[in-house]
């Protein structure tokens, strides 16, 4: 196991939360009083981690929200990981950027994502193969989060498409947990809005850490979500709501309701 997936369960562990905070800050959605800052973008993300880093295990800036500022936009995620290093080390950070070409390409997304703005794991698109995506894998410091069953509404075009009598999602989540996991750095996507894939998912990759998008404004089901993918040790899950928890009326009182929602379940 890796040092930042022991990173992050040492956080589950200390606040008891399986909770990721997407800070997905697209900025035509946010509060008046934060358009009209300085640097609209980090003081939102300023203030939702202040109101919710409690019940928080990570964070999952999505980097088209602050490439689509331009400059401004990569001020704001540089300034946002500065402050997370800063005043919350012990929560884990994701990039997700769903990053993958071939060499030299992906030595300068290593050197971007992973060095430069000092993200611990980033979400990476597995279609390239094994030797394409190896800058990443060799980083035995950082995760590498596989895109395996997303969960937009869209995913079965080519996820569920059958080859050798397998859904292409069951060979990605094979061919990661049996071979390309020689670092145990690699972790796997595997959405919320699909609970019966998620638990044959479980089933392959034994106790692997699953990131889980969907929860909240995609309509994933949390009891669903938390019988289908908890490991052997009652965890293994990133479970991520974005939207549902910081544009939520009281961001803190969201992610509470989600952490606590989540614990009844592991409980049970």
């Not at 052997?232 to 899950?237: D, E, H, N, R």
Request: charged share 25%.
């Amino acid at each position: 196991m890796s040092q930042i997936i022991e990173k992050y369960n040492r956080r589950v562990d200390a606040i008891k939360s399986l909770v990721c905070v997407g800070l997905d800050s697209e900025v035509d959605r946010l509060p008046e009083r934060f358009r009209s800052a300085a640097d609209p973008q980090f003081a939102f993300n300023r203030w939702i981690i202040e109101r919710t880093h409690p019940y928080t295990s990570a964070y999952k800036p999505n980097i088209a929200f602050y490439e689509a500022q331009g400059e401004a936009g990569f001020q704001a995620l540089a300034r946002t990981m500065d402050y997370l290093r800063e005043q919350h080390p012990d929560i884990l950070t994701i990039c997700d950027a769903k990053r993958a070409d071939i060499g030299s390409t992906n030595r300068g997304y290593v050197t971007a994502i992973f060095d430069r703005m000092g993200f611990d794991a980033m979400t990476l698109n597995p279609y390239l193969g094994r030797e394409a995506l190896e800058p990443f894998l060799a980083r035995g410091d950082k995760g590498c989060i596989i895109l395996c069953r997303t969960s937009n509404s869209g995913a079965g075009e080519f996820q569920d498409v059958l080859c050798d009598g397998k859904p292409l999602w069951q060979i990605v989540a094979e061919q990661v947990s049996r071979t390309w996991n020689t670092g145990g750095n690699c972790m796997l996507v595997a959405g919320a809005t699909y609970p019966d894939e998620l638990r044959q998912i479980r089933a392959l990759v034994g106790d692997m850490t699953l990131l889980v998008p969907g929860i909240g404004a995609q309509g994933g089901d949390v009891e669903q979500t938390i019988r289908a993918g908890l490991n052997s040790q009652g965890a293994g899950l990133i479970i991520n709501s974005s939207r549902g928890i910081i544009f939520a009326d009281d961001p803190a009182v969201a992610a509470r309701a989600l952490r606590d929602s989540i614990n009844q379940y592991r409980q049970a």
